[in-house]
């Protein structure tokens, strides 16, 4: 072989490699993630053609596009996404949340300044002696909480809300969580400085049964824990002291941009 074949064959060598590259790029992004959904006709045809792509995404991309997709019906999905793949909508969402969450994050965390003297007062109500039991009654077991509540605020209150938490056997983490409600109008509020002792039926007439499982019941010992829902309180014109609460609406956000953080990789 004289050198200009050796050339010539050193080149197609080159091209060859070149392009088996390109395929490999073109096969590593055209994965299941980059496949087009149909947005733009019905609910079976959209439903058809996520299932078939969501069959082969990693358990990752499906997380993601859950999240991304989150509070879409499938009009809403066609306007912002149309016939969009999985890849489009999360990247989409990802580049949309972390431009707009900081934003908002440092708007609301100027109006939640303002809040703080009521949300320090709202901090001042308290409960103590928390006891729970489970009792039975014509539904079956029926999960109740009594506590003492202690208003060391400046606020008249008509009614409030706690957030209630279970723990068993001193477990660190809840095994259980419900809001439960205290309505004071039938012992004309609870004013500054005042105490009651309150009872609450966590659930409805059938009760909560996440706080009747059997490990709740054959736990040695339990705790709960309650705490103030701080937009629930009301005045005694039942007005809320707090109409939104904008410390839950930053949180919220800072969610957002981490999950957001987190599905950057798609």
Known sequence: MNQQQQRRKALAGGRLGLLL????????????????????????????????????LTSHEREAFNWAVAG????????????????????????????????????????AKAQEPVLLELGKIKTSDEKFAIES???????????????????PLSE?????????DGQPQPVAQSRVLSDFRTIDGLKPGHQVTARFKVGFVKGDETWTTLAI????????ELSVVPDSALDFSDKPYLK??????????ENQLKQADGFADI
């Open 21 to 56: 590259g390109v395929a490999a790029l073109t096969t590593a992004c055209g994965g299941p993630a980059d496949k087009k959904m149909v947005t733009n006709g019905t609910q079976q045809e959209y439903r058809a053609s996520i299932d078939a792509i969501e069959a082969e």
């Open 72 to 111: 879409l019906d499938l009009e809403k999905l066609n306007q912002r996404y149309p016939n969009a793949s999985v890849r489009d909508v999360v990247r989409s969402q990802v580049k949309a949340t972390r431009e707009q969450s900081p934003k908002s994050i440092q708007s609301l965390r100027d109006q």
């Open 137 to 155: 009654s014509f539904f079956g077991p029926t999960p109740i909480i009594e506590a003492r509540i202690a208003n060391a605020s400046s606020l």
């Open 160 to 168: 409030v809300s706690w957030l209630a938490k279970l723990y068993i």
């Open 217 to 224: 019941r054959q736990a040695a010992t339990t705790r709960v």
């Open 244 to 253: 939104v609460d904008h410390q839950k609406a930053i949180e919220q956000l």
